[in-house]
């Protein structure tokens, strides 16, 4: 249904970011874009705006948005997505900035085994002192167009829940599973959660709670 609904969503937003007549409805109308683009003219078009070589009069990017716009390329499995983190890592300047950047690109390589050995690195209490940046590389592998992949890493996040609870901010727990789960519309994730909760009728009763919420609209499907 997405692909089938892509093409004219993209000319929508082609539409929408040409007419805005801020910088500021311009870059909303733009990251919109970068965020649903699938087809290959509309991937071809961002790449070539976050190499430079073309311009959209009025909008003005930050290194920022090029960031994330190299990144929403490389999850899409982008030609070259490789390089295009290679060279988005070469041109950060702000060294707080480079070192998210080097933490998140490990979850959006194409590789599912590394991949996999990402989300390992997160069972380390250490790996998950930066809950920012945790959260930006868990919404990368569990981006929708990697959710069949990413399935098997639910049920390792449930069970780290208790600990991350224990370990984390506040709100991370619910942030944890907010994120985990959002990328996820399948029967099989959806058993998965309901298999974890059955089978701890002694679960935290707060926890249990920040499963349900997060898990809703799956549990709906």
Do not use: C
């Not at 699938?38 to 311009?55: F, H, I, K, Q």
């Not at 959710?147 to 639910?154: I, K």
Request: cysteine-free; glycine content about 4%.
């Amino acid at each position: 249904e997405r692909e089938a609904r892509v093409g004219a969503l993209e000319a929508m937003l082609r539409a929408g970011l040409d007419k805005a007549g801020t910088p500021g409805r311009k870059n909303a109308w733009f990251r919109t874009l970068a965020r649903v683009a699938l087809t290959p003219p509309t991937l071809a078009w961002l790449e070539r705006v976050w190499a430079g070589e073309e311009t959209v009069p009025g909008l003005v990017l930050s290194e920022p948005d090029y960031i994330t716009l190299s990144l929403e390329l490389a999850v899409r499995g982008t030609d070259g997505w490789r390089r295009i983190l290679d060279e988005q890592e070469g041109r950060i300047e702000n060294p707080d900035r480079l070192a998210r950047f080097r933490f998140v690109r490990v979850a959006l390589d194409a590789d599912p085994s590394v991949r996999a050995a990402f989300f390992a690195r997160l069972a380390k209490v250490e790996e998950r002192r930066r809950e920012p940046w945790v959260l930006e590389a868990l919404s990368y592998l569990h981006h929708p167009l990697r959710a069949p992949a990413s399935a098997a890493f639910v049920r390792p996040s449930l069970e780290m829940l208790e600990e991350i609870r224990r370990t984390g901010d506040i709100f991370f727990p619910k942030r944890w599973m907010d994120t985990t789960l959002a990328g996820h519309q399948s029967p099989e994730v959806a058993r998965t959660v309901r298999a974890f909760l059955a089978s701890r009728p002694d679960y935290p009763v707060r926890l249990r709670q920040i499963v349900l919420q997060a898990a809703d609209e799956l549990l709906r499907r």
